[in-house]
C-alpha cells in the first residue's frame, strides 16, 4: 500500500463548480498535511497547510480526518486558473514529506 | 528576491557521462532536498541534509551522489549508473526546528535531464 494515495482524475468540471479531492494516508503517526498545487512542467508551491480544524483560504477548503487517515481539498467556484494537479503531502514521521501522485483538474469554460 | 535557483533548466547527458545539477538557495534554510519526477507520477526523494557536511539517502539514491559544502549550496551529481536518469530533477529547501513551518519545503523550478 502507498503511504499516500490519490485519485489520479482527471476531473473535469465546468466554470463555477463545487470539487473535491480526497487523499488518504497509511501512517497514523503522521503529523502535517499540506496541498500543494503542480502546473503542467513547473516546479509545486504549497497551496495550503492542513489543520487538525480544517481550514479555508478564499475558495479553497482543507479537511483533516485523522481517525479515516484522510484529507481532503474542497474548491468553490472554480476558475479556469485552478486547472492543474493537485498533489496531496504528508509528513509521515521521516525526515522528508511524502508526496502523493496528483489529482488533475481540469475546469472547463 | 529570495528564492532557490536550479540550474541548467535543461540537460542533456551521453551515456556513460556524470552530470551535475546546480542547486542554491538564499533563503537561510537549513535542510536541503533533491527529488525526482517522472511524468504522471509523485515525487521521489533521491536525497536530503538537514545541515551542512550531512546529508541522508532517500528512497532512490542509487546512481546518483551529493555533497553540502555550503549551507546555500545543494548539488546532484547522476553518475553513469544511473540507467534511467530521463526525468524532472526539482530540489527544495525548508528549515529545521519545532513547529509546522519546517515541514514546509519551498521548490526551485526544475532542471528536465535527457539522454542523448
Known sequence: RKEVEQDPGPFNVPEGATVAFNCTYSNSASQSFFWYRQDCRKEPKLLMSVYSSGNEDGRFTAQLNRASQYISLLIRDSKLSDSATYLCVVNTGRRALTFGSGTRLQVQP | ?116
Open chain 2, 1 to 116: 528576491d529570495g528564492g532557490i535557483t536550479q540550474s541548467p533548466k535543461y540537460l542533456f547527458r551521453k551515456e556513460g557521462q556524470n552530470v551535475t545539477l546546480s542547486c542554491e538557495q538564499n533563503l537561510n534554510h537549513d535542510a536541503m532536498y533533491w527529488y525526482r519526477q517522472d511524468p504522471g507520477q509523485g515525487l521521489r526523494l533521491i536525497y536530503y541534509s538537514q545541515i551542512v557536511n550531512d546529508f541522508q539517502k532517500g528512497d532512490i539514491a542509487e546512481g546518483y551522489s551529493v555533497s553540502r559544502e555550503k549551507k546555500e549550496s545543494f548539488p546532484l551529481t547522476v553518475t553513469s549508473a544511473q540507467k534511467n536518469p530521463t526525468a524532472f530533477y526539482l530540489c527544495a529547501s525548508s528549515i529545521t526546528g519545532a513547529g509546522l513551518a519546517k515541514n514546509i519545503q519551498y521548490f526551485g523550478a526544475g532542471t528536465r535531464l535527457s539522454v542523448l
